[in-house]
């Protein structure tokens, strides 16, 4: 059974460039949860989604980033016009049920903005 | 608001026993978990508490007081592979997970 599966991971882009992230949760795990992790720092919450729903996005910054989990298809993470503050570690965690369950996490995608 | 605090880094030695704490202040509770980070890897799943008492799984136990916002693993039998960051997440009412900022282990021979 794979676990969660990130793609790329490792991505570089210039500033003002697109960066678009790529999740697939395990077999059978329909909630999707994407979290950012500045250097040296700890895990910050973004997005939670389930198949074509964002469920809570309170995290997510209000410009230049969007997020979806189509019905067919990996969840992507999507950030427009990156700057410098947005290199970072991005992972994606994906549950069976909803976030009372337990989150397994994906290898990351680790973003790096010249 | 939500607080979760956890000690920055500890050090401890190979085969001793090792207790990480987590305090944490939120607004609803609902579930705290501990995950395991290793250096430029994913967090791995180690434990979740929703009840008060301790929990143990093979050399890693968790802990937790609710009525005292507290928590804490326990690492038994240390291995130089434990060394790693540990993360203390709380789920909330905002139904996603709020991090500590983690506690790094460095377990030394």
């Known amino acids: 059974n794979a676990g969660v599966m990130q793609n790329p991971r490792h991505l570089v882009r210039r500033r003002g460039q697109e960066a678009r992230l790529r999740c697939s949760p395990m077999?059978?795990?329909?909630?999707v949860y994407w979290y950012r992790q500045l250097p040296e720092e700890g895990l910050k919450f973004m997005v939670y989604?389930?198949?074509?729903?964002?469920?809570?996005e309170s995290g997510m910054p209000k410009e230049r980033f969007s997020a979806e989990f189509p019905k067919e298809g990996p969840s992507i993470l999507r950030i427009q016009q990156v700057v410098r503050g947005d290199s970072a570690a991005y992972f994606c965690?994906?549950?069976?049920?909803?976030?009372?369950?337990?989150?397994?996490f994906g290898p990351g995608t680790r973003l790096l903005v010249l | 608001g939500q607080n979760i605090d956890q000690p920055t880094e500890m050090t401890a030695t190979e085969g001793a026993i090792v207790q990480i704490n987590c305090t944490y202040q939120?607004?609803?509770?609902?579930?705290l978990f501990w995950y395991q980070q290793h250096a430029g890897e994913a967090p791995t799943f180690l434990s979740y508490?929703?009840?008060?008492g301790l929990e143990e799984k093979g050399r890693f136990s968790s802990f937790l007081s609710r009525s005292k916002g507290y928590s804490y693993l326990l690492l038994k039998e240390l291995q130089m592979k434990d060394s790693a960051s540990y993360l203390c997440?709380?789920?909330?009412?905002?139904?996603?997970?709020?991090f500590g900022s983690g506690t790094r282990l460095q377990v030394q021979p």
């Open positions: 508490n929703v009840l008060d």
């Open positions: 997440a709380v789920i909330t009412g905002r139904r996603a997970l709020t």
């Open positions: 939120t607004s609803g509770f609902n579930g």
């Open positions: 989604l389930q198949k074509e729903n964002i469920i809570d």
């Open positions: 965690a994906s549950s069976a049920g909803g976030p009372l369950e337990t989150q397994y």
């Open positions: 077999k059978g795990h329909s909630h």
